[in-house]
Structures are given as structure tokens and as C-alpha cells.
């Protein structure tokens, strides 16, 4: 069964296994005691500091193993934001960030802190230029994402990093999809990793902060990992991180040239095959691995079921998943498509067989699911009885609310306006994002006694 969602989690690979095994018969000791099982212990300690922080471009004392990514993210955000706290208590992210990032960004407003989100681009890239005019007198830290998890468009960092440091701001880095697939991005203040999206074990992290950056460490001190992580280490677990790292970066680069071709194949050929797609994301600037469309009149719990059942491990930014009932938050920064949203981000290896059978089975199982939702199958009719149309989509959710929006939008004449009742979160983004797909005019949204009122004027 093609696993197709290595964003989320890759699989363990062989070197990592093979460390891990050794590591768990030789580093299973306290690495911080002098008899020799202690010493043994942490001899593997130094020796994955030292290859991650070679992996990573930092000195081996500027990087703290951490016992997940988003510790990382955490530690790395309050320990520069209470190193810094005499500039300021200002702290800037963008608003396509991993989750973790903008959780400890609402952590630091409601604790009296102030936050300001740089906006993307429609493929979900920020501007430098509307990023540094974001900076301030009393900014204390800046985050940007080296490139992002749902669409996989790669951020302008290095030129980010130097506005920052033009003001005197470091910079901290979310490097989780990037690190296994590409080197470091220049420029960095503090960078954190996450050793289960390249293919080490699950529960480490790492930290890297550079010399000179202001840093306190929050929470009870401890002696462990420098005070920035508290805890006894998972020796073998880092051990087993820290060679897959090093593994993975030694076959990136001819890697991510077979990879990055299978890729443009699904890019090129999934609009081909199925109507009413759109494919997200940077086409050029994005990692070499992941891809992202959203197919519209789809509801994309159904189709991500559909498609394992058809033998494919995929995920979804949707807003149509068992987990939420609003849209992923990159998507609606980007301002595209949200339904029936589909992430494939392929695994070192992928055979490209595994591909062409995958864009075999999706046109089916796409207009499978469209049918059982009654989605429309032939271009709107002509007739126009009427100037304009009210459809009452109140308590439906996503893509329904869509659905009945291209069923009417032929029965109004060109001028006329069809206005969507919705009380689905989705339809904010949704609605909009089929006008721009449909070359029809979204005119805006209204108040209305339950939900709101999207107004759509007919153009063509």
C-alpha cells in the first residue's frame, strides 16, 4: 500500500533502525556518571551532537536535543522571547506557521504579549519586504517557517534573515519539513527540527541557537541538555535521529531530482485528468517531495477514505475532516480552495509505478464522490428567468454549500447575482475561491439573520 504522507510523519529509515538497535545495548546508561557504562553513554551522546549539528551548519554546543519538534518550537520561542524581554515583548510569525509555532505565538498574547502575522502570497509565500515592515523597536523575536508543511512552498529566509538582523532581531527558523530534504536555509538565530519527518525515530526534537543570541531557558532548571531540555536523554532514540540525518541529507540531492519529477508528473496531469481542480503552491520555489490540490464539490473526509481504500495513504489542509469543521489555516491565509483538499507528499523511494497508479484511480474515485453528492456534471444552463436567486444552504457543510451555487449560477443571466445563505465557516473561503476558479465575480458578504450571506455576480 503506497504510503503517500510523509509531510506528516516519514517512514523509519533502515539507518536509523540499524542505529537505534546498537544504541539501545550501548547508550542505555546515564550519560552524565564517569563509570564506563556513563562514559559509554555519553560518548554516543557527543558523537549525534555532533553529526546533527554538522547536518544542521551550528557547533555542536549551540544545539539542544529536545524530546519532540514542537518542544523545540516551544522552548526556542518562550527561551528568546524571555531572553529578550528588555527590548520589547513583541514577536512577529507569519500566518501560514506550523501549528506549534502560532500556539506559542497565542501563548505570548494572552500573556500580555504582542503578535503581529506577515500575510502570504496566493501560493503561500510571504513577502521580505511586507515581512520587515512588521519589525519594531520593541520586536523581541521573529519566526518564518524554512518552508511550509501543507502546500510546501519554500520561504524567502535568507532574505528575511538579513532584514532581521539589519534590525536587530533574530530569527527563528521551523526547519521540520525542510532539514531532511534540503540544507539549513543561511541566516538563522535558532532553528528547530523534528527527527520523525526525516525518517528517525518519533519523540526527538532539536534546538540550535546561535552564539550571541540572548537565551533563558523557561520552566525549572535543570542540568540536562544545557538547561534547555529538561529530562534524561533518549540516547538511543537521538543516536538513531542523528544518523538518519546525516543518511538522508547524503541522498538528497539525487533524491530530490527523481522525486521532484514524479512530483511535476501529479502537478501536471491531475488538472488534466480531473475537472474543477486547483493545484496549490509555489510550482517552482516549493520542496521536491509534496504537492497539493483541492477539488472542488468534494467533500474530503470521503475522499481521503476513498482513497485508502483504493490503496493510498494521503492527507488533507480540508476543511471537510473528522478533526475540524473549519478550514486549515494555511489555506485560508492563501485565500484558495479549501474542499476536498488532498496533500501527497511522496517518501524516499517512491516507485514511480506507485504514481501512475495513483493518478489512475483518482479521476474514479473523484467523480464517485461527486456523484453521491450530486455535484453538477454538465455546464450551467442558459435559461435566466430570473435577475437574481437566493439558495438557503443554512446547516450544510462544505462542499454542499458550493454545489448549489454552480447548480443555480446558469439560471441567472449574465449581471444577475446569486446569493449563498451559509452558516459553514468554509464558505468564506470557499465561495471566493470558486469565483476565481470559475471566472465569476464574488461581490462580498453580507449579514444575515443565521450565518451570513455570500453574493456571487454572474460574469460569463
Known amino acids: 500500500m503506497p504510503y503517500f504522507d510523509t509531510a506528516s510523519a516519514a517512514p523509519l529509515h533502515p539507518v536509523a533502525r540499524q542505529a537505534l538497535l546498537a544504541a539501545l545495548d550501548e547508550g542505555w546508561a546515564d550519560p552524565a556518571r564517569l563509570y564506563r557504562e556513563g562514559r559509554r553513554a555519553r560518548l554516543l551522546l557527543d558523537a549525534a551532537r555532533e553529526a546533527a549539528a554538522e547536518a544542521v551548519g551550528c557547533r555542536p554546543d549551540e544545539l539542544t536535543f529536545t524530546p519532540s519538534g514542537t518542544r523545540a ?40 504579549g504582542s503578535v503581529s502575522e506577515a500575510p502570504v502570497d496566493r501560493s503561500g509565500a510571504v513577502s521580505a519586504a511586507a515581512y520587515a515592515e512588521l519589525l519594531r523597536a520593541d520586536t523581541a523575536l521573529a519566526c518564518l517557517q524554512s518552508a511550509n508543511h501543507e502546500v510546501g512552498t519554500e520561504q524567502p529566509v535568507a532574505a528575511v534573515a538579513e532584514l532581521c538582523r539589519a534590525a536587530g532581531v533574530p530569527l527563528l527558523v521551523d526547519a521540520a519539513q525542510s532539514l531532511g530534504r534540503e540544507p539549513a536555509p543561511d541566516g538563522w538565530s535558532l532553528l528547530a527540527g523534528s527527527a520523525h519527518k526525516w525518517g528517525g525515530p518519533s519523540g526527538v526534537g532539536l534546538l540550535a541557537v546561535r552564539k550571541g543570541v540572548r537565551f533563558a531557558a523557561q520552566g525549572p532548571a535543570d542540568e540536562r541538555e544545557s538547561g534547555r531540555a529538561a529530562g534524561f536523554e533518549n540516547i538511543p532514540a537521538i543516536v538513531a535521529a542523528a544518523a538518519s540525518l546525516r543518511a538522508v541529507r547524503a541522498e538528497a540531492a539525487a533524491e530530490s531530482v527523481r522525486l521532484r519529477a514524479l512530483v511535476d508528473r501529479i502537478r501536471t496531469a491531475v488538472p488534466e485528468l480531473v475537472p474543477d481542480v486547483e493545484v496549490v503552491g509555489d510550482p517552482v520555489r516549493r520542496l521536491p517531495h509534496l504537492v497539493t490540490f483541492s477539488c472542488l464539490y468534494v467533500d474530503g473526509e470521503t475522499l481521503l477514505h476513498e ?51 495513483f493518478l489512475d484511480v483518482l479521476p474514479r474515485v473523484v467523480a464517485e464522490v461527486r456523484q453521491r453528492l450530486g455535484a ?14 437566493v439558495v438557503d444552504a443554512l446547516g450544510k457543510r462544505c462542499p454542499i454549500p458550493v454545489i448549489e451555487l454552480a447548480k443555480v449560477i446558469g439560471e441567472v443571466p449574465v449581471g444577475g447575482t446569486v446569493t449563498v445563505l451559509s452558516d459553514d465557516e468554509a464558505a468564506r473561503l ?31
Open 430 to 460: 470557499d465561495i471566493p475561491a470558486w469565483c476565481a476558479m470559475r471566472e465569476q465575480e464574488y461581490v462580498g458578504e453580507e449579514p444575515a439573520d443565521r450565518g451570513s450571506a455570500y453574493v456571487v455576480r454572474r460574469l460569463s
Open 376 to 389: 453538477p456534471v454538465s455546464p450551467p444552463r442558459e435559461t435566466a428567468p430570473a435577475a437574481s436567486l
Open 307 to 357: 482513497l485508502d481504500r483504493a490503496g493510498f495513504s494521503v492527507s488533507s489542509g480540508s476543511s471537510c475532516t473528522s478533526s475540524t469543521l473549519t478550514p486549515s489555516h494555511v489555506l485560508r491565509a492563501m485565500g484558495v480552495l479549501s474542499e476536498g483538499n488532498v496533500r501527497v507528499s511522496l517518501p524516499n523511494g517512491t516507485a514511480e509505478t506507485d504514481v501512475d497508479r
Open 73 to 112: 518550537v516551544h522552548s526556542g520561542i518562550s527561551g528568546a522571547l524571555a531572553g529578550r524581554r528588555r527590548v520589547g515583548r513583541h514577536l512577529v510569525v507569519s500566518s501560514v506557521e506550523h501549528s506549534s509555532v502560532l500556539h506559542s505565538a497565542a501563548a505570548h498574547e494572552a500573556a500580555g
